[in-house]
C-alpha cells in the first residue's frame, strides 16, 4: 500500500525551480513532488505580463487536474510577479509563490548597498518597486536584468560548461562604479540563478552575499501542508514533465540527480 502523504507540483520555465526543490526536500522528505518545466515558452523574462496572463492560470489549472495534486509551488519570480492573482483565481490548490529576497539582503548588508538580479521580466515589475519601498528604503539598490544567465543555468544542468565571460558581463552592471563597489549583499530573484551561485561568487572579487528565496518557500509549504489533510501517494516515480521537445539523456539525469527518476516530454499542440 503507498504511504500517506502530500503531493506537490513545482513548476517552473525550465530547470531553475529545482534550487526551490532542494529546499522542499531537505525541509519537506515526505512530500511527493511532480515537477513541469514550460521549456516551449522559456525565458519567460522576455515575455509581457499579458503573454504570462494569457498562457499560466489555464495551463497550470490543466497541470492541476492532470496530476491531482494538493498545492502547486510557482518556483519562478517572474511568473511569481506577473500572473499569481489569476493562477490563484484559476486554481482550487493553494499556490505558493516566489517574493525575491530583498527585505532579508537588505537585512544581511552592512555597506547599505544591494543588488537585485533577476529576469528583465522580474526587476522591472511595479512589485519589486513595492518591496524595495517597504524594506529597503535605507539602501542603495541596483537592478539588473539577464535572460542570459537562465541559458547558462539551463546549460550547467544539462552537462556542459558554464561560459564565464557570459556571467561576468552579465552581472558587471551591479558592481560598477561608487555604489556597486559597496555590494555585498545580492538577491537572486530568479531561480535558475542559485544554480550558478558558486560561478557567480567566482565572477567577483568582492565579497558578496547571494541571497535566494528556496528556505522561504520550503517553510511555506510546509505551513500549507500541515493544513491539508494526507492521503494515499501516488505509486509511480517522481516524475518530471518537460513542456516541448527538450529530453535529453544529459537533462534527464539532471532531473535525476533532484530526485525526479522519470522525466515524460509533453509535445504542446
Same mark, same amino acid.
Given at each position: 500500500?503507498?504511504?500517506?502523504?502530500?503531493?506537490?507540483?513545482?513548476?517552473?520555465?525550465?530547470?531553475?525551480?529545482?534550487? @526551490?526543490?532542494?529546499?522542499?526536500?531537505?525541509?519537506?522528505?515526505?512530500?511527493?513532488?511532480?515537477?513541469?518545466?514550460?521549456?516551449?515558452?522559456?525565458?519567460?523574462?522576455?515575455?509581457?505580463?499579458?503573454?504570462?496572463?494569457?498562457?499560466?492560470?489555464?495551463?497550470?489549472?490543466?497541470?492541476?487536474?492532470?496530476?491531482?495534486?494538493?498545492? @502547486?509551488?510557482?518556483?519562478?519570480?517572474?511568473?511569481?510577479?506577473?500572473?499569481?492573482?489569476?493562477?490563484?483565481?484559476?486554481?482550487?490548490?493553494?499556490?505558493?509563490?516566489?517574493?525575491?529576497?530583498?527585505?532579508?539582503?537588505?537585512?544581511?548588508?552592512?555597506?547599505?548597498?544591494?543588488?537585485?538580479?533577476?529576469?528583465?521580466?522580474?526587476?522591472?515589475?511595479?512589485?519589486?518597486?513595492?518591496?524595495?519601498?517597504?524594506?529597503?528604503?535605507?539602501?542603495?539598490?541596483?537592478?539588473?536584468?539577464?535572460?542570459?544567465?537562465?541559458?547558462?543555468?539551463?546549460?550547467?544542468?544539462?552537462?556542459?560548461?558554464?561560459?564565464?565571460?557570459?556571467?561576468?558581463?552579465?552581472?558587471?552592471?551591479?558592481?560598477?562604479?561608487?555604489?556597486?563597489?559597496?555590494?555585498?549583499?545580492?538577491?537572486?530573484?530568479?531561480?535558475?540563478?542559485?544554480?550558478?551561485?558558486?560561478?557567480?561568487?567566482?565572477?567577483?572579487?568582492?565579497?558578496?552575499?547571494?541571497?535566494?528565496?528556496?528556505?522561504?518557500?520550503?517553510?511555506?509549504?510546509?505551513?500549507?501542508?500541515?493544513?491539508? @489533510?494526507?492521503?494515499?501517494?501516488?505509486?509511480?516515480?517522481?516524475?518530471?514533465?518537460?513542456?516541448?521537445?527538450?529530453?535529453?539523456?544529459?537533462?534527464?539525469?539532471?532531473?535525476?540527480?533532484?530526485?525526479?527518476?522519470?522525466?515524460?516530454?509533453?509535445?504542446?499542440?
Amino acid at each position: 500500500m503507498s504511504p500517506l502523504g502530500h503531493h506537490v507540483l513545482v513548476f517552473d520555465s525550465g530547470v531553475g525551480g529545482l534550487s @526551490v526543490v532542494a529546499e522542499i526536500r531537505a525541509r519537506q522528505p515526505d512530500a511527493f513532488l511532480s515537477y513541469v518545466a514550460d521549456d516551449v515558452f522559456r525565458p519567460y523574462g522576455n515575455k509581457s505580463e499579458a503573454q504570462l496572463r494569457a498562457r499560466l492560470p489555464g495551463l497550470l489549472a490543466t497541470l492541476v487536474e492532470m496530476l491531482d495534486v494538493d498545492a @502547486v509551488v510557482v518556483a519562478c519570480n517572474t511568473a511569481s510577479t506577473t500572473a499569481l492573482p489569476p493562477i490563484r483565481a484559476a486554481l482550487s490548490v493553494p499556490v505558493i509563490g516566489v517574493v525575491p529576497a530583498i527585505k532579508p539582503a537588505a537585512e544581511r548588508s552592512a555597506t547599505r548597498a544591494i543588488g537585485v538580479l533577476g529576469t528583465p521580466g522580474t526587476v522591472r515589475r511595479a512589485y519589486v518597486d513595492t518591496l524595495i519601498a517597504d524594506f529597503a528604503t535605507e539602501c542603495h539598490v541596483l537592478l539588473q536584468g539577464s535572460t542570459r544567465l537562465v541559458a547558462e543555468a539551463e546549460k550547467k544542468l544539462s552537462g556542459q560548461a558554464v561560459d564565464m565571460a557570459v556571467l561576468r558581463e552579465e552581472i558587471a552592471p551591479l558592481f560598477a562604479g561608487r555604489i556597486g563597489a559597496d555590494v555585498d549583499a545580492v538577491v537572486l530573484a530568479c531561480t535558475h540563478f542559485p544554480l550558478l551561485r558558486e560561478d557567480l561568487q567566482a565572477s567577483v572579487t568582492q565579497s558578496v552575499k547571494w541571497i535566494d528565496s528556496g528556505a522561504a518557500i520550503a517553510r511555506r509549504l510546509s505551513a500549507v501542508l500541515s493544513e491539508i @489533510v494526507a492521503r494515499t501517494l501516488p505509486d509511480h516515480p517522481e516524475t518530471a514533465f518537460l513542456i516541448g521537445p527538450d529530453t535529453d539523456d544529459a537533462r534527464a539525469k539532471a532531473f535525476s540527480d533532484y530526485g525526479f527518476h522519470r522525466t515524460i516530454g509533453l509535445l504542446p499542440q
